[in-house]
């Protein structure tokens, strides 16, 4: 059960880092979507490698192909099945990180739970590579989303110390956002290149913070309590791996601030309700109140770093140091904005198949 | 399915502020565990409210009464039931709030969704009251790991701008949290009383960050991707009214750091494998590794202020101003404290029962 | 995770046979719908018992105390909490069944399961009294889909040997049923009583078969594979105590049948897809066609039965014989007849609420 | 959500008659069992067409291809995708059974639910081809319940009218069923043989009943009210198209029984609890009693026959007659028994899995 998601539509991920494919299975999609598979395979080279110096050298062509569900470029009401079959496989010699866990990855944890049988190549099921068939359902999503008036973009607001400039919360002009290195200020995306070249120098690297946000939701999406917004798309967003903390509007700043400054004022603009702030990431008792759905993700460093680390032998039971080899990012955090959007996608075209309709008082 | 948690266990909670009675329902657990009906008493009066100026003074009994689950104080194996009867409703009146909606509140968005049926008084479904079930569902986990030597407990971390001293990610000594007042610095406990004290002097409010540790937790709970810890105890903490962000670990602070410094090394102690640091949260990949479980929770400060706001008025669609009235906390971090404890032991002990034994490579 | 159901709505049921009381949770009911207590009243009567010679003289009130989720007779959207507090408890001493099984009853396998702490008084959570709080639910239900010009009938097709004139599968006149005792044809009705009379007069009973009708059901329902209508009926109907079998249309007796004559032909009448024949039951591939739904339950006679029974003592592991006293049912079959088309009411609500709306080609 | 079974372990089915490929992932199987890939193909060609003068002349070769979840012959823990690529694909025209529907297939309403999209080559999602992947999961559950003890088998118990003779329910001897043709008695395999001959003659079809038995399961399998062993297997069984109708034990004959003929009486052989009859198919109150598992499948006559047919343009909405060529099985019990098989195999071990351990009352 780890690796479905999903109330109204069911997404079930598969694969592991040097298996032979990786993909998905999205089953609950209504029939006579359309599917433009260009623009889907133009979404997943966003997150694809090889495209700077930020980003680990391997290519990966991550050519999807469907097995289900699409007929003439419709949905056709069946689940939908992608593979991304994999090339590049099985090359290396893992077996020594199942002795010797690399801090900061799951070597360790999987080694507890799967007592030996887990595939350790690459990382496994846990590698970020699983994120491409998340990349499929939620490129899927954001199109259908799209035609909803839905739009979903994802800034990098921080790596390291480096901070661009936030978008508006309550007007947030997603195209400022820059579609090579996504950031609106080009200056800190330089700075932040910058400091990522500098992280790999060092055999180092480098984590940060995503902001994505969500225009044209309608209000009312949402349940109270456990089918809260911020409850569905945390749920997901964990799901990508280097996550560690989840905030929606102000998030961990709102705890600082006091509620005459918090509360959000409401007011009538062209006969719609709207807020003069957005500090509640345009959610109220888990349900969305019509203005742009904001939340930041945090992304921990790229635990694969070439700097000499101190582990253990599982076998002796003794203290050894270790020294990670192989391509990798030393910031993942450019490569995980599209992720971060696909999660929002997928979640919030899941909660637009849950709502459901209620009668008005008249 | 707004109000329904859990894989292997399934909790159901019910009611609205002002209504007959809240309550819970708690299927899937085993039969044969102990419940201590006091000490769970114990445990829900550290969510009452009413016991300093820091409250509300609005007196709840919360006395809790069993319909099934239980027989002669051992769970039974039919599903847990239990209600908590209203003493104090629906004395004023809330038809108000379904026209002029209180900003930062859900009077808005619940109209937008129950179109004008919901249930506004006190909030309804929304209110904080429907901690209290949650409490009943948590006290009794709390019970259970207990019983296996799982320890929980969380502290105060901030409240405003005024915070308390942080205990050690690796050895939390929860014995150190004041258990009156939740922190561990008594001084800083003062302050934090006194910022409140001057919030609610102004009509205004506070929020807050609580941190929660779990002790004894096995590793190797928790799946890769969606049913990893992290997903889990994030799509319930969201559960709690006012909380805006979840954090693991370092969390956010973890995106500023280098992977040199972020990942946690191991090291061998008396024959088990532990780490040096816990910047992690006791979680890799999803799964728990053996070291205290560490999260930290943001409150956003109580929507509930005396002082003017700015709203309107949904049959006129003009703007309106509003002052609400009524018994309300200045600061909720306090009371919401056991509840995050709930919350957390209601996810690990799901956690645990959802735990597939596998084999062990020889 | 026993006795939770549903996909849209979460229907939870709790409570034992002699317990403090009985009741249910329904979850992801919409705001706005009109409940009329009163009538759910009368629907609840239809299976209490002690309403003439075939039931068990045990009286039963079962006045439902809603305690949640309901607002001036209007559905508020938050959670439908009821409950039945039972007056009539644990009176008596069933401590013996845990040590020696009645033959038929869940006595033997609830002490595997739960290992000596099920609540053995009355059947415990095993009970048919728990069909009470499914009927509170599958009432409520009745009367939303009828809202919808839904209706929802069940005939008593057989008892023993004795069989009623079925009504026609493609326009059941479902007004011909008896209110008070469910069959058709009077005199089959007559045979049935004399039949029960005659068993109970042996210290023996008597099962049967319910059949059951819904129409005025859109055309669309379920889904292909798991999600069909006759998954998700059975998988409810599988859920009140006695029944063995569950059948769609001529269900076994369609295994006899040629294609040719099994085949429901098309036709076209007022503009409108109809069968000439509904051997179907309603259902092609798992989707409702528009005609009414059919389908029949098996019913296994009364368990409990005075005559003497070989039996077992678990403490001994010794052969022991068993007489069981108490009142008991001598046939379930009549009161079982509102209980299914409670069921079907709740799993055809559940699939209503679940149909995605799809778009049309042009 | 159609497409989607499983409580602790989520079994996903994707495919369309004549789309690129079927296939299945299964989430949530522990790490470290064994995988015989060689055995799997022997099973999945005892559904596979083309045997013998009763099936179409189709050719598949159904060669399975795993992409995920299994290293070096043992499950790693992570989700099982396997795939099976179509090579005899999309051949001829379906658009003509999307205007005049064909009499008991699903062609109307799938153009009812799906507006035109669906995929009508072959039935699409809907054919019977899907009961592969089904066949894929369950021929793996297969083996690693045979590692616990667990045997399953099914025998055609009736074709038409000709009935095979029924195996003991308390000692099935399985091995008695020829593997061939699965039956018990060959005089009567050959007498179905000829019947389905006969149908074949004429343009016809025939339907069956299919029984299916499982040996070694533990007693305690299983849970109260909705998450019975019944609910369980009929949910999954109702899965495979045709299937009609589901019962356990003597089923709709014990409608017909006295309950003093009805009960099983219990003993005690070589220290262990059994019992003497076993009309309740080895479950009591949906939970295992240690007896054998039996339960019967209703399978309808194929609905693609030669002969012509009463259908209607849903262009034209008038009546309009149809002749269905292609290739078809005239009776689909022989290859439906694997797949029966499977689907047991496949709940069984959702429920072991799903077995929460209690504590025993000393």
């Known amino acids: 059960m780890s690796s479905t998601y999903g109330k109204s539509l069911k997404l079930s991920i598969f694969g592991q880092s040097h298996g032979a494919g990786i993909g998905m299975v999205l089953d609950g999609i209504p029939a006579g979507l359309k599917v433009d598979e260009e623009n889907l395979q133009e979404f997943l080279s966003r997150r694809a490698p090889g495209q700077g110096g930020h980003t680990t050298s391997r290519k990966e062509a991550d050519k999807v192909e469907f097995l289900s569900g699409i007929v003439d470029g419709f949905t ?33 944890t999987a080694q507890v739970k799967y007592g ?3 595939d350790a190549a690459g990382g496994g099921h ?11 359902a939620g490129g899927l999503c954001l199109q259908w989303l799209s035609d909803s008036g839905i739009r979903i973009g994802a800034q990098i607001l921080q790596i390291g110390s480096i901070k661009d400039e936030e978008l508006n919360a309550c007007h ?8 090579a290195f996504p950031v609106v200020n080009s200056d800190a995306g330089e700075k932040m290149l910058d400091a990522i070249a500098q992280a790999k120098a060092h055999g180092d690297s480098l984590g940060g913070i995503i902001q994505c946000y969500a225009t044209g939701i309608p209000a009312g999406l949402g349940e109270p309590m456990f089918g809260g917004v911020e ?40 006969g719609k309700v709207k807020t003069l702030t957005n500090h509640c990431g345009g959610i109220l008792g888990g349900i969305t109140n019509g203005m742009p759905l904001v939340f930041s993700v945090a992304i921990k460093p790229t635990p694969s770093i070439t700097c000499e680390q101190q582990s253990i032998s599982l076998s002796t039971m003794q203290s050894a140091s270790l020294i990670v080899n192989g391509r ?6 450019p490569r995980a904005v599209p992720v971060v959007e696909a999660a929002a996608a997928i979640a919030i075209y899941d909660l637009i198949l849950s709502n459901t309709q209620t009668n008005k008082r008249k």
Do not use: W
């Not at 947030?172 to 579609?179: F, G, H, K, V």
């Not at 102000?250 to 959000?264: H, I, K, P, R």
């Open 126 to 136: 846990f590698s970020g590579r699983l994120t491409a068939p998340l990349c499929i």
């Open 116 to 118: 030996g049988f887990q």
């Open 231 to 270: 409850n569905r798309i945390s749920e997901i967003v964990y799901g990508i791996p280097a996550v560690k903390g989840v905030q929606f509007g102000t998030g961990f700043a709102a705890a600082l601030a006091a509620g005459s400054e918090n509360n959000d004022s409401f007011y009538i603009e062209n």
């Open 172 to 179: 947030p002009e997603l195209d400022r956002i820059d579609s």
């Open 328 to 333: 990798h990012d030393p910031c993942i955090v």
């Open 76 to 108: 056709c009401g069946a689940p939908i099945a992608a593979v991304i079959h994999n090339s590049n496989t099985r090359s290396e010699d893992y077996s020594n990180l199942m002795d010797c866990p690399r801090p900061g990855h799951a070597d360790y």
